[in-house]
């Protein structure tokens, strides 16, 4: 068996700041596979777009302690200089962000844009570049796309704008995309395009994808396997097959019990998770979430539990968990 | 649903235009609807469809330029601008970013205070009490964080301290326009069940705007659906979510992801992005996305009409339609 394309184990992403240490992530290990898309969902804070910039090497040198590893195709990423990594960026690993305004530079012309990212990221000629950039444009769905190459981000709706990151992300034929949140912010409608597109480019070019969400619904639909973060670890990994009926861990459940449905009765009473996040700048004893959990026992506000197989493909990392106990 | 006693609120044909001349934009475009006393209306619809400018026109933080907002019996928009300030007391609305629609250099109790300074309505301690009070039902100890700003607090707290806020004249009818979409799920399912039971304390009406569906489904009891500044649908949430008799209401839905894979249905999905409400399509608004139209809906716009107890939809076509 080929091993995987992506392989992250033990990372440590830690900022410093005038209080103190901050550990983000906080010991994380995972894998994708060649052609498989991972979803790794978590609340604001969990930490789960620090580890996908540390997995793409985008952490500046300063103010930040990385250990561990990440391997991606057999090549280390963590704590290797931005000049070796930008040969890997574009061709090798690429990102979609967020918000496609602030990802896109506002004064050029987003056709040169793209054609920007081929001639740096593959060296062809400008005028190949802009016949390849216009063909990019094309398939990622943009109307009129002969039209719109020389328009700027500021002239197109957010759907176009995300829809051009996506062309320019995948220009040079990365072999892992990690796409950060890329349809928050955007109507339910034009989300669904997107995350079709996604699937239709994944499909076509045999990339691997992670989609880091907050958006349970999103993985839910989208991904083969799922790693739910908190406070900057990984507490559950499971089968997205398994992620409604099997999960493990009480906050997986709390998170898919606090979702509001579209087939819930109107005043469908939602179970909240009381209280918040905890502050990472204080050291931690126990479970992070114990303190929100309904399960917490005093095991679990002194010891850290570590993540534990539960047959198959899925782990957890709990003491009480919830569903039969295997 | 059961319609008791008079609505409310009764917004009559609200019209919102921007600019003038040929750069006007009709961002809401005739609009109707009721809210009866102690029922939720969602407003739900595409960014861009008029929804949130519906909220504010109804507030006259926007000026509508044509139409009636009736509180009672009394009309907002023909009211003279001093009586109008006094009527609006009655309706309050909280906005989509908690953290900016706070002072953050103010302490919290003074911003749940100053609805109460202005109108002068209390005095010293009673103010103190009431704060104290408001404070309470949204789940701040007062005690505890009374004393600290508005830059302290997460956004869901913000959000809490918001509606303490918009509570305190104590209002019949509450905007909430976009009040959970910027925060966690966790959170959000926070403040949902607090706007559930203040609602029932209070005897609050909601007129709650959001684009995400779900959200809209567990809180309110009849929705209606935003197209391109004009509702296409309104309807028992329920009853619409279960049979929708719009094409682009059936659209909207089948967009909405679930957390359970095993019930995939079958996804329908909406070509396309709105078109600029500059310069909308001729007879239905919907029709340049719409996969039954026809030129019939190019040439003549369909009126809202019942075609069910408390169905009203404005389609040439009406699906889930039993002849």
Redesign the interface.
Known sequence: MKSPLLVVSDLHTTFETPRGPLPAVRGVSFSVAENQTVGIVG??GSGKTVLARTVMGLQPIRGVTLSGSVLLNGKEIVNRPHDELRHMWGSEVAMIFQDPMTSLNPVRRIGDQIAESLQVGIGIKRKEARARALELLVQVGI?SPEDRFDAYPSQL????RQRVVIASALSCNPKLVLADEPTTGL???????IL?LLDKMKAERKMSTILVT?????V??RTDHIYVMYAGRIVESLP??D???HHRHPYTA???N?????????????????G?PPNLLKPLTGCAFAARCSFATDLCRNQTPELRRDGGASEFACFNPVGVNA | MTIQSKPILSVQNLQVTFGRGKKAVQAVAGISFDIYPGETLGLVG??GCGKSTTGRAIMQIEKPSGGHVKLGDIDLISSAPKEARRLRTRLQMIFQDPISSLNPRRKVRDIVAEPLDYWKVVTGDERAAKVDDLLRKVGIDPAVFGHRYARQF?G?QCQRISIARALAMNPEVLICDEVVSAL???????I??LL?DLKAEYGLSLLFIA?????V?????RVAVMYLGKIVEIG???EM?EAPHHPYTD???S??????????HE?K?????PPSPSNPPSGCRFRTRCPFATELCASTEPEMSEIAPGRFVACHYPLNVTK
């Open positions: 609340e604001s109307p709706s957010g759907g176009m109507d339910v409608t034009i989300q669904a395009q079709d907050h958006d349970l619904g999103v839910a639909t997205t097959a992620l409604h009926a709390a998170l898919l606090s979702t509001p449905r579209i087939e819930n009765k109107s005043h469908t009473r939602l179970t909240a998770i009381p918040s | 595409e960014s997460s869901g966690d799920v966790s959170v959000q399912a926070q949902l069940n559930e684009h995400d569906l779900a959200v489904k567990n809180i309110a009891d028992g949430s329920d979510y659209l909207l839905l967009a909405v992801v679930d957390i359970d894979p095993s019930k995939k996804r999905v909406l070509q396309g992005e």
